[in-house]
């Protein structure tokens, strides 16, 4: 199951509350040396709201071994230091179903598709301005950038949310509440417990 949604929309919190298993996809950003690293338009900021500051296919091999064998070696990311500082594993077991979560979730949408281990796609909309404050207040909580930069990056991105749903949803993710995704998770974790396939 794969839940995707501007930053701040409240994916972390809906996954935890599933009780399923779940992978951040958001440890697999690329260090904030990398030179291939995206730029705001027009500003010095890294723009890490850009796909092309996420490692994608290091993302697809962790959910086809998590899918394949139920067991998988992740990077352990440190948002503010924007750097990874370790590896951890994350074991499902035999659980026919985990929650791959995190803002470039829809990106990979087709190739999961394409490897046969997709069982739904979400995108969770809560409105521009919850989500603004939603995200600040985490951010600001979590020391994850300076005060300046997570200013300037949520004006921009509430600015920006719509086209933000409208790109993933245009990639193959349901767009829902915080309601309607709770059901259909459960929906899938309902069809899925008669197989023994493991799928995102």
Same mark, same amino acid.
């Given at each position: 199951?794969?839940?995707?949604g501007?930053?701040? @929309?409240?994916? @972390?919190?809906?996954?935890?509350?599933?009780?399923?298993?779940?992978l951040?996809?958001?440890d697999?950003?690329?260090?904030?040396?990398?030179? $291939?690293?995206?730029?705001?338009?027009?500003?010095?900021?890294?723009? &890490?709201?850009?796909?092309?500051? &996420?490692?994608?296919?290091?993302?697809?091999?962790?959910?086809?071994?998590? *899918?394949r064998?139920?067991?998988?070696?992740?990077?352990?990311?440190?948002?503010?230091?924007?750097?990874?500082?370790?590896?951890?594993?994350?074991? +499902?077991?035999?659980?026919?179903?985990?929650?791959?979560?995190?803002?470039?979730?829809?990106? +990979?949408?087709?190739? *999961?598709?394409?490897?046969?281990?997709?069982?739904?796609?979400?995108?969770?909309? =809560?409105?521009?301005?919850?989500?603004? =404050?939603?995200?600040?207040?985490?951010?600001?909580?979590?020391?994850?950038?300076?005060?300046?930069f997570l200013?300037? =990056?949520g &004006?921009?991105?509430?600015?920006?949310?719509?086209?933000?749903?409208?790109?993933?949803?245009?990639?193959?993710?349901?767009?829902?509440d915080?309601?309607?995704?709770?059901?259909?998770?459960?929906?899938?974790?309902?069809?899925? *417990?008669? $197989? $023994? =396939?493991?799928?995102?």
């Amino acid at each position: 199951m794969l839940l995707c949604g501007p930053s701040g @929309s409240g994916k @972390s919190l809906l996954a935890a509350r599933s009780g399923l298993p779940v992978l951040r996809l958001d440890d697999f950003y690329k260090e904030g040396t990398d030179p $291939t690293l995206p730029l705001v338009p027009g500003s010095s900021d890294i723009d &890490w709201d850009h796909p092309g500051s &996420w490692d994608a296919d290091t993302a697809v091999a962790a959910v086809a071994q998590l *899918c394949r064998t139920g067991r998988t070696a992740v990077p352990v990311y440190d948002i503010a230091l924007s750097a990874r500082i370790g590896e951890a594993t994350v074991d +499902i077991g035999r659980t026919p179903l985990f929650i791959a979560e995190g803002v470039f979730a829809a990106e +990979i949408v087709a190739r *999961c598709r394409e490897l046969g281990v997709l069982a739904d796609a979400l995108c969770l909309s =809560r409105g521009p301005l919850t989500t603004f =404050r939603r995200r600040f207040l985490r951010d600001l909580r979590e020391g994850r950038k300076s005060v300046p930069f997570l200013l300037r =990056r949520g &004006w921009r991105l509430m600015r920006e949310e719509r086209s933000i749903i409208t790109r993933q949803t245009a990639l193959g993710a349901h767009a829902c509440d915080r309601d309607e995704a709770m059901g259909r998770l459960a929906a899938a974790a309902a069809g899925r *417990c008669a $197989t $023994t =396939r493991t799928a995102a």
